[in-house]
């Protein structure tokens, strides 16, 4: 069914989303869904038969929110190991087109949500240029959104199949050009990222008074070849591991904020590299980098401490195997400056 809105609901579809926008997103796990990788997979499903095993299990991971991790459910490997046992008879077919995509994997996977999604995700990422990234939440925001500004077109559930996912594509670049004014070049992500939200609202909310607001990090990734700051000397730093990433991360963030630079505290070099950053986006790992970013451990001195004891305490947690994930945070208030020899004369 073709979507019709008017001009004047469109505006004012997106005037609802501008101003709930930090709303819905002030909970949303960036970290499970970091934009770089997925933009490498856009140009390379492109060329199915080109794209390796490991690639498409990278891809269903992130998809399903588990990305770098190895706590997905059953339901999620199990799906994903299907459609790595079937990915080279699919690629043999030579049936790319949305429909064929769809009929293949709903016919492998069947017509649950979870397959639908999966399906509807491999058709997105073969042919983007027909179908935005979609699945059975964000086919529901279409209704959700039309009778929030009074439009009733009269669908009442997701409408998973190949119809639902291009009439939300055509709800989507409805919304997209009218969006640029305050989203600029990121509009797509943004977009993107609050109907995802948006869907999940429910759930979200249900967290909001148990964890603290989510931060997009500044900086999602890192070429240590390529960096540069005005300030400091990200060169300095010796080591590749996470918790030098996290402070080259953290150079870069404060390159571009000068209030911030002569001094901080733990708390606020954590919102200033938040999980995510860098490209870490596992919490297991993020945790310990945090604690070894601020100890000593191979030879390790990005930082002066005002309490020169809490160094070592740090540099003591990361030797420990059963070491206080969280024991950043509980000295969030310490104060620390950046080591001179970090900072450019």
């Known amino acids: 069914m073709t979507l019709t809105i008017s001009e004047n609901k469109k505006k004012t579809i997106v005037a609802y989303i501008n101003d709930h926008y930090d709303e819905h997103m002030s909970h949303f796990p960036y970290a499970k869904y970091p934009t770089e990788p997925l933009d490498r997979w856009l140009e390379q499903f492109v060329d ?26 059953y339901a999620q490997r199990q799906t994903s190991l299907s459609v790595v046992k079937s990915w080279a008879e699919f690629t043999g077919t030579n049936a790319f087109e949305p429909a064929q995509v769809l009929d293949f994997w709903t016919s492998r996977l069947g017509d649950e949500p979870l397959a639908f999604d999966t399906a509807a995700f491999l058709a997105h990422l073969i042919r983007p240029d027909v179908l935005e990234h979609a699945d059975t939440q964000r086919l529901g925001v279409i209704r959700d959104l039309l009778q929030e500004v009074g439009h009733e077109d009269g669908e009442r559930e997701a409408d998973r199949s190949l119809g639902g996912l291009l009439r939300y594509t055509d709800f989507f670049r409805m919304l997209l050009p009218k969006m640029q004014a305050k989203h600029g070049d990121r509009t797509q992500v943004h977009l993107d990222r609050f109907l995802k939200a948006y869907g ?14 989510t931060i997009e990090p500044t900086v999602r990734s890192l070429d240590w070849e390529s960096m540069h700051c005005k300030h400091f000397v990200p060169e300095q730093i010796a080591g590749r591991a996470n918790a030098d990433a996290l402070f080259a991360c953290l150079l870069l963030a404060l390159d571009d904020q000068p209030e911030q630079r002569e001094r901080l505290t733990v708390g606020q070099v954590a919102e200033l590299v938040p999980l995510g950053s860098g490209g870490i986006c596992n919490p297991g790992s993020y945790h310990y980098a945090m604690i070894a970013l601020f100890g000593g451990q191979k030879g390790r001195d990005f930082f002066l401490f005002e309490n020169a004891e809490l160094q070592a305490a740090f540099t003591e947690q990361a030797n420990q195997s059963s070491r206080d994930m969280r024991f950043y945070r509980k000295h969030a208030d310490a104060a620390i400056t950046i080591s001179p020899k970090y900072v450019r004369s």
Request: net charge positive; glycine share 4%; charged share 30%.
């Open 48 to 73: 199915p038969k080109a794209v390796k095993p490991e690639t498409v299990r990278a891809s269903l991971s992130w998809r399903g929110g588990f990305w770098q991790r190895k706590d997905a459910p």
């Open 200 to 213: 999940n609202r429910h759930a979200l909310a249900k967290i909001a008074d148990k964890t603290p607001p």
